[in-house]
C-alpha cells in the first residue's frame, strides 16, 4: 500500500461565489449561491488519496476559528491531520465564479508563523519520514517564512528516504527545486515563472521540460488546463489530453491530476494509463462546486474520452 503524507504551510477554507452576471470590480455584485469548502494543495491532496484508502496524514498549521472549522470539515471528512497551533487564523480565500464561468480569486495572505512553531513542525515530520514514503510538499508560503523553506525541507526528508513532491510557484519553486525533490507539479503559468519566458504552446512546454529535467534530474508533471497535461521523466516524455466538461470548481483541479497521478503510478507504474486516470479525474472534480471531490466510482467516467502519447 502506498504511504504518503502532504504538508501545508499556509492553509485555508475556500468560500466560492457563484454570479448570474460578469463579475465587475468597483461595483454591487451579487451572488445567487455560495460554497464553503477545504482548500489549499496539501490537504486537497490528503482528501483525494483518501478516496483510494491512503491514509496521507495532513501536516500543517491551523488558528483561530477558521482553524477550528477546518479540524471538523477534515474529521467529517475521515483524514487524519496533525496541526502546529498558532495565534494567526487560518486563512480564509475568496473565489467568484460568474456566468461565463470566469473565475476571480482573492486570497489572505496567512501568517505569522513563529519560528518555534516551524521547527516543531518539520521535526513532526522528519520523525515520520521514511524510505519510499510519498511526501506532498504544497501552496503558498505564510508571513514571516522564508522563501526557501521548501528547499530545506525537501533536504530534510530526502535524507531519511522519502520521495518528495513539490507544487509551488515563483522564489518558492525556484529554490526547492535546487534540492532535488523527486517531482514538481507546476502548471503553465508556474512553469513560465520558473523559466522566466512566457509559455503557452504544449509544444513548446515540452520542449522546455526536457531540457529542465536534463539539468536538474527531477521529473516534471506540467498540468495545462484544457490543453491537457505533460509528464517527462525516467520513463520518457509523455502528453494527454483533457476532455470537455462544464466547469463549476476549478479549485483543487491541479491537485486532483496530480493526486490521482501518483497514486495510479504507484499501483500500475503505467506512465501512459497514470496520466489518463489522472486527467479523467481532474475533469470530475472541475464538474462539481468549490473544492468538492469526486466519488470513487466517477474517477475514471472519461478516461476513453481522452487520448495519452509518448514521444520518441
Known amino acids: 500500500m502506498m504511504k504518503a503524507a502532504t504538508l501545508t504551510l499556509n492553509p485555508a477554507l ?36 483518501k478516496i483510494f484508502g491512503v491514509n ?51 486570497n489572505e495572505k496567512g501568517g505569522p508563523i513563529t519560528d518555534e ?19 506532498f510538499l504544497g501552496g503558498s508560503i505564510p508571513h514571516p517564512v522564508e522563501k526557501g523553506v521548501y528547499n530545506s525541507i525537501t533536504q530534510v526528508l530526502k535524507s531519511r528516504g522519502a520521495k518528495v513532491i513539490l507544487d509551488c510557484d515563483g522564489e518558492a519553486l525556484e529554490r526547492g527545486l535546487e534540492a532535488r525533490p523527486s517531482l514538481i507539479k507546476p502548471n503553465l503559468y508556474e ?34 488546463s484544457e490543453k491537457g497535461a505533460l509528464f517527462v521523466g525516467k520513463e520518457g516524455v509523455f502528453s494527454v489530453t483533457s476532455p470537455r466538461v462544464e466547469m463549476r470548481g476549478f479549485t ?43 466519488k470513487k466510482e466517477d474517477m475514471d467516467k472519461y478516461i476513453d474520452a481522452v487520448n495519452a502519447r509518448r514521444y520518441e
Open 252 to 294: 483543487g483541479a491541479g491537485d486532483s491530476f496530480l493526486s490521482a497521478f501518483t497514486y495510479m503510478r504507484d499501483k500500475t507504474n503505467d506512465i501512459e494509463y497514470s496520466l489518463k486516470f489522472a486527467s479523467s479525474a481532474a475533469a470530475a472534480k472541475v464538474e462539481l462546486p468549490g473544492s468538492t471531490l469526486p
Open 56 to 106: 496521507a496524514l495532513a501536516y500543517g498549521f491551523s488558528g483561530g476559528d477558521t482553524g477550528v472549522t477546518m479540524e471538523n470539515m477534515l474529521r467529517d471528512e475521515g483524514v487524519d491531520f496533525s496541526f502546529v497551533k498558532t495565534e494567526a487564523p487560518t486563512r480564509m480565500n475568496i473565489k467568484m465564479i460568474d456566468s461565463d464561468g470566469t473565475c476571480t480569486e482573492a
Open 14 to 49: 475556500d468560500r466560492t461565489m457563484y454570479f448570474e452576471k460578469p463579475f465587475r470590480a468597483g461595483e454591487l455584485n451579487r451572488c445567487f449561491d455560495t460554497v464553503t469548502t477545504l482548500g489549499s494543495k496539501g490537504i486537497n491532496v490528503s482528501r483525494f488519496l
Open 191 to 224: 512553469l513560465s515563472l520558473l523559466l522566466h519566458k512566457d509559455i503557452k504552446d504544449p509544444d513548446e512546454a515540452i520542449k522546455e521540460c526536457k531540457r529542465l529535467y536534463v539539468e536538474k534530474s527531477v521529473e516534471i508533471l506540467c498540468t495545462m
Open 117 to 135: 512553531a516551524l521547527k516543531t513542525l518539520v521535526e513532526m515530520m522528519e520523525n515520520s519520514a521514511e524510505k519510499g514514503k510519498y511526501f
